[in-house]
């Protein structure tokens, strides 16, 4: 079996290489751990270092091409993305467990993501400022940064990497990437497809490995300028930490995303998009719903249905066609989830699921059946703490005052969603969640490449936003100009 498995090299300074010590990990299939998905470089210090160094060296050549030129890299990198998608989908499904019709969907995303910056980008202009004197001309431009950090996590491993890969690109900064390690391959293939395309050397670097080993060289060292990073809150606190005074900070981190059900609620919707919200990517999604905020009134018809639609889910294998929920992304993950079950058995009451599946193909994956629990009090750590599993908590609340208040009841602040007809709720409910993302009538999850995506609270770094011209905003600095004559 070991034979067989293919080798992935990083990309530093335009080339294919392995990393210096010669060391590799293996990456494998969360579905059935029998497979092995790909061996890829451990890299150490001295990669990292030399792919700052390939980054630095090229990125005034890379600031000074023609925009029109690296947007065409970006949109030949979309066809290569697109041509591929079949082989690329089952890649990511393969590490990463998701279903493969929505590993295809990441990948076709991640394609358009390219194509939006490629656009975007050439629209990203200054301003000019009236001003007393005829002979002189205010404006300001915008400059690209430098040497950029990308860190991705793998729960989106194209998706994500793909909306800091493309905005950093076409505003003319180099980059250094590196992939999670418990879904690299994706990534890789992003790296491959700009390579394809024609990206410079050293425009883009890869390097796969292990936070500790990689993880200080691209984010202490004095050449980047930037990192965007998506993760754990207490990764990316400590990242934090440690940067440069003069590196600029996007970091999107953890939630504990509220779904508020009203009592004028279309209920089959809102189990609907509790369902969507809690279980998709079973329950790995950072804006994932997974507080249920209910009024009395419809609490247990809510509830009931909310059983039987999850009783009637299909887990398996993200490569069968029909299956609702996968395996979780890593054993590490499945423990995490195991552990919350165990702490909302003590603290709350168990409806149904959050077993860990065993027999037949179960046998070799990170399988759980998704649970919910009831009776839940917003203080309990299974309603404050990220679970990141397909886990419910059904949290009883008075009224709509009462349910603002305590969806508001958490360090985070990523996406929130209300299920109601009423004009005043929604109103109130738009100005007053703490959210960065505020859904009516929709799940929790899911945002557009052209619209801005962050958090509020411990969900992200204050600064700058993901995703739309937010994203390009990041990626350059402006310069004011006085020119006289
Ligand atoms: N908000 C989100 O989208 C995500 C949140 N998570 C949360 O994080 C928990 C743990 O998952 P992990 O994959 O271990 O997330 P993590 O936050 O440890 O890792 C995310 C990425 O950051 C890198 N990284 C971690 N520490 C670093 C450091 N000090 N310097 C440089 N790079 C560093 C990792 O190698 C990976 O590429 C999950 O249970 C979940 O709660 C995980 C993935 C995505
Ligand atoms: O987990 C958070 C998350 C999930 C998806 C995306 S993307 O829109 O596919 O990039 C972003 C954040």
């Not at 290489?17 to 001295?46: E, I, Y």
């Not at 997974?290 to 009024?295: A, D, E, F, G, M």
């Not at 887990?315 to 165990?342: F, H, R, S």
């Not at 409910?429 to 009516?440: A, D, L, P, R």
Request: hydrophobic share 40%; proline share 4%.
């Amino acid at each position: 079996m070991a034979d067989t498995v293919q080798t992935f090299l990083n990309y530093i300074n335009g080339a294919w290489v392995p990393c210096l010590l010669g060391s590799t990990f293996d990456n494998l299939n969360p579905a059935d751990t029998r497979d092995v998905v790909g061996r890829f470089q451990a890299s150490g210090p001295a990669d990292a270092e030399a792919a700052v160094q390939a980054a630095q060296k090229a990125f005034e050549g890379w600031r000074k091409l023609a925009i029109g030129k690296r947007a065409k890299i970006l949109n030949d990198a979309a066809s290569y993305l697109e041509k591929n998608v079949e082989q690329f989908a089952q890649e990511l499904t393969r590490e990463e467990g998701k279903q493969l019709n929505q590993a295809r969907d990441e990948f076709l995303r991640s394609a358009q993501t390219f194509r939006f910056y490629a656009t975007e980008g050439q629209t990203l202009g200054g301003e000019t400022y009236p001003q007393d004197d005829a002979n002189l001309h205010v404006f300001s431009h915008r400059e690209p940064l430098g040497v950029v950090t990308v860190i991705s996590p793998w729960n989106f491993p194209a998706s994500i990497p793909a909306r800091k890969l493309a905005p950093a690109l076409i505003t003319g900064n180099t980059v250094v990437f590196k992939p999670s390690s418990d879904a690299p391959l994706s990534g890789l293939r992003l790296v491959e497809a700009l390579e394809k395309a024609g990206v410079p050397a050293g425009v883009v670097n890869c390097v796969t490995g292990r936070a500790g080993e990689v993880g200080p060289v691209i984010t202490n060292s004095q050449a980047i300028r930037a990192i965007s990073f998506t993760g754990s809150t207490s990764a990316g606190t400590q990242i934090h930490r440690t940067v440069h005074l003069s590196t600029r900070l996007q970091m999107e981190l953890g939630g504990k995303n509220p779904l508020i059900v009203m009592e004028d609620a279309d209920l089959d919707l809102a189990v609907d998009l509790a369902i969507k919200g809690g279980f998709s990517l079973t329950g790995q999604a950072c804006t994932g719903t997974s507080r249920i905020l209910v009024v009395p009134s419809v609490k247990a018809a809510f509830t009931d249905k909310l059983l039987t639609r999850v009783s009637q889910l299909k887990i398996g294998n993200g490569m069968a066609p029909g299956m609702d929920l996968g395996p979780l992304a890593t054993e590490k993950q499945l423990q995490t989830v195991l552990n919350y079950i165990d702490i909302g058995k003590r603290e709350a009451r168990w409806l149904c699921g959050g077993e860990r599946l065993t027999g037949g193909e179960f046998d070799h994956g990170y399988y759980l059946s998704p649970a919910v629990f009831t009776d839940v009090k917003n203080s309990m750590r299974i309603a404050q703490e990220e679970i990141f599993g397909p886990v419910l908590a059904i949290i009883e609340v008075a009224d709509f005052d009462d349910a603002l208040r305590q969806a508001n009841d958490s360090q985070y602040g990523l996406s929130a969603s209300i299920v109601t007809m009423n004009p005043r709720y929604m109103h109130v409910f738009t100005n007053e969640i703490q959210s960065g993302t505020v859904k009516i009538n929709r799940t929790t999850t899911g945002n557009l490449v052209n619209a801005p995506f962050g958090g509020l609270k411990n969900s992200s770094t204050s600064t700058f936003r993901e995703s739309g011209r937010a994203g390009l905003e990041f990626f350059t600095q402006i310069k004011t100009v006085y020119r006289g004559i």
